[in-house]
């Protein structure tokens, strides 16, 4: 979840914000000489005041700090400060207030919400060694080694993108259409979007981004030629401050209506979760959406903590409680219990000069004021290895520096508000049972079911929508059809609409009705009509995408396999007789069908033929072949 960030800054921005934000640096030293504990440790916080997650964390934060305070067992006898920062969604003043925070010897930096801000200050801490704890910037790229003292304290965006992937699975989508914006946040979602949904042998159909601030014609531009392809899947992955505005622009577009399927990423639950009291406005444009929310556990801190956000927040402005809320309260804890960790080994909070800038020490640019964290290496060991129960659930991290059981609430917007219509966890994949439950208790048939509970779509139905259309602009299947002078019951001309038949052609429709979605075709006729086409010559019009697939009593050998793919045969091999199907009637005298007329006379002929010749062969000597003309005739027969 990200605010609106700004294009990667290159190396000379960053060396013009360093030289501002020198100006205001106090290089106080926060511990003494003998190791004793500080009496006071800096920590800084880094975020975009007035966006919908800067107004869930500020509260956040002051909690948080109040809490460690108060608390004799966290840094007994050090009093824990915070000095915040407004990166006012800006690349550039986000680098350069985060270089006055650590000019400020702060031993941890907390934020930036933007995954762009948190690339360039990222190198930063890096060089100084100090912690950079974000709660909000969740592009995968972070977690790459290429930034050792990046500690995400939320979900990466690659679980969440796998959740997106098992749902698109879920209801048998094969493309999607994928919106966002094209900055770091968007663009590291997607690609792990992709990943996932290759797995699931699906893919994006088309990526189509937005520039971060995107005016309301550029967005409508956009969705007027998304709507025009074939997909009617669209995940939309940008940014909460603006994101409404696609659903704004999809809704005056007629595209909130049956047939359309919207998935949302956590970005719409901040904007959602912001306020107690959702307007109306906001739920008209959203209906039968799919939105993630991460999931946190139910638990009686997270009661005791919103009990007292509502006496903070009730003439303060700010937003609602939310999951961001409860990710920045543990992250303030997550450092405050490292810190106290840290202290407890006799280590000493104490800075010294970066030896790397002392080659550029006679410069203008006066870097005296930016100083390492000694033994940071130390601290942010302890970091990773820091576990405990907050209001978001267990705090723990990963061998691969994520949070551990990444979870999402599946929710479905109806009406005038929101449910819940499953989970999704890296433990259970899709469920209608929470997550803790399945951490607590065996996998088996009983706990876990993978249908989701039904969802509301857009236009007010619950038939689930087929994701694909013919497109506007989109022409006929060519289906090349051998034009035989013989064993025509397999395919022949006809002067029917699709003008040709047989056997092989209903086969083939039949298959495309089975198709949760319509397809076009045509059926050409291959060959002179003279003599049977070559069945080789038509395969390789197929590989030459003259055809875009052929039907018929095509035989697969091995060489035509090097050309094309082949259905499954719907045919046994070897000798075949096709025959017209007729419908035999039971009958008492069935058995005399065989027998037509001219077998009857066939056989009365032979019947008269063998008397004649009985007759010649025994008259003469049998008494019974003799007499008048008619008993002699009666004796034959």
């Known amino acids: 979840m990200e605010e609106m960030g700004s294009a990667q800054l290159s190396a000379l921005a960053v060396c013009v914000c360093i030289f501002g934000c020198l100006a205001m640096a106090d290089g106080q030293n926060v511990t003494g000489g003998d190791g004793s504990r500080p009496a006071e440790l800096r920590i800084g916080a880094l975020f975009t005041f007035d966006s919908v997650i800067g107004r869930a964390v500020m509260p956040a934060i002051e909690l948080a700090v109040a809490d460690v305070n108060a608390d004799p067992g966290v840094l007994p006898g050090t009093k824990l400060s915070v000095i915040t920062q407004d990166t006012n969604c800006s690349g550039f003043l986000g680098t350069m207030e985060a270089l006055e925070l650590l000019a400020k010897d702060v031993v941890a930096v907390l934020g930036p919400q933007s995954s762009s801000i948190a690339h360039v200050i990222s190198h930063a801490v890096n060089e100084f060694h100090v912690p950079l704890v974000s709660f909000a910037a969740s592009d995968p790229t972070l977690s790459s080694l290429e ?166 927040t009730r003439n303060g402005g700010h937003s609602s409680f939310s999951s961001y809320s409860m990710r920045t309260y543990d992250s303030v804890w997550l450092v405050a219990r490292a810190v106290e960790d840290f202290l407890s080994e006799g280590n000493a909070v104490s800075f010294s000069a970066d030896p790397n800038l002392q080659d550029i020490k006679g410069s203008n640019l006066q870097l005296d004021s930016l100083r390492s964290l000694n033994n940071g290496e130390r601290l942010l060991e302890k970091v990773w290895h820091t576990n405990f129960t907050g209001v978001s659930g267990l705090v723990q991290f990963t061998a691969e520096r994520d949070l551990i059981h990444p979870a999402f609430d599946i929710l479905n917007i109806g009406g005038t508000g929101f449910r819940t219509i499953g989970y999704w966890s890296n433990i259970s994949d899709l469920s209608v049972v929470a997550p803790e439950k399945l951490h607590s208790e065996p996998l088996d048939s009983s706990t876990n079911n993978i249908e989701l509970h039904g969802v509301i779509w857009p236009g007010q139905t619950s038939e689930k929508p087929r994701g694909w259309v013919f497109p506007y602009h989109g022409k006929p299947l060519r289906i090349g059809v051998p034009l035989r002078t013989s064993y025509k019951e397999f395919v022949m001309p006809d002067k029917g609409p699709d003008g040709v038949k047989g056997f092989s052609v209903d086969v083939f429709k039949a298959a495309v009705g089975l198709l949760p979605y319509p397809v076009s075709f045509d059926f050409i006729l291959f060959g002179d009509g003279l003599k049977n086409p070559s069945y080789n010559d038509l395969i390789e019009k197929v590989s030459d995408n003259h055809f875009d697939a052929a039907i018929g009593d095509i035989a697969i050998v091995t060489n035509r396999t090097r050309l094309v793919d082949f259905t499954q045969p719907y045919t046994e091999s070897g000798l075949i007789i096709l025959a017209p199907a007729r419908e035999i009637e039971s009958n008492a005298w069935a058995f005399l069908k065989p027998f037509t007329f001219q077998m009857w006379s066939v056989l009365g002929v032979l019947f008269l033929f063998v008397g004649a010749v009985v007759w010649v062969l025994e008259h003469r000597t049998n008494t019974e072949f003799r007499g008048p003309p008619r008993q002699q005739i009666m004796t034959v027969c």
């Open 147 to 312: 930034y050792p003292y990046f500690v995400r304290a939320t979900t990466s965006d690659y679980f969440q993108m796998s959740a997106i992937a098992s749902i698109i699975n879920q209801y048998r989508w094969r493309e999607v259409i994928a919106i966002y914006v094209d900055d770091d946040y968007g663009r590291g979602g997607i690609t792990a979007l992709g990943d996932a949904l290759a797995k699931k042998k699906s893919k994006i159909a088309y990526k189509a981004k937005l520039p971060p601030g995107a005016s309301r014609t550029t967005i409508e531009d956009m969705l007027m030629h998304v709507n025009e392809m074939q997909s009617r899947v669209y995940v939309v992955h940008v940014n909460p401050d603006s994101g409404l505005a696609v659903f704004a622009a999809a809704k005056s577009l007629g595209m909130m209506s049956t047939g359309y399927a919207w998935i949302a990423t956590d970005w719409l639950s901040a904007v959602l979760d912001s306020s107690d009291h959702i307007s109306t406005d906001r739920m008209e444009l959203t209906q039968g959406v799919i939105m993630l929310r991460q999931h946190v556990s139910d638990s009686g801190i997270q009661h005791s903590l919103v009990s007292r956000w509502n006496n903070l």
